[in-house]
């Protein structure tokens, strides 16, 4: 049994995607979108490089 004193915990969930943020900001949880299913969770994309042959 966890005891969290009813405090949520925030989730980020990062991600490579083709399209994703080139630039990211310090507070990258204020970048990230929002997962409505879930309270405090949050999703961003980040662009990988790619190598164009």
């Known amino acids: ?3 969290l004193d009813e405090k949520i915990a ?7 995607n083709r399209i994703g943020e080139e630039l990211l900001d310090r507070d990258l949880w204020q970048q990230a979108e929002e997962i409505k299913a879930f309270k405090a969770f ?3 994309a ?3 490089p790619s190598f164009d042959a």
């Open 10 to 16: 925030k989730c980020l969930i990062i991600y490579p």
């Open 42 to 44: 949050k999703k961003i």
């Open 1 to 3: 049994m966890l005891n």
């Open 46 to 48: 980040i662009k990988l």
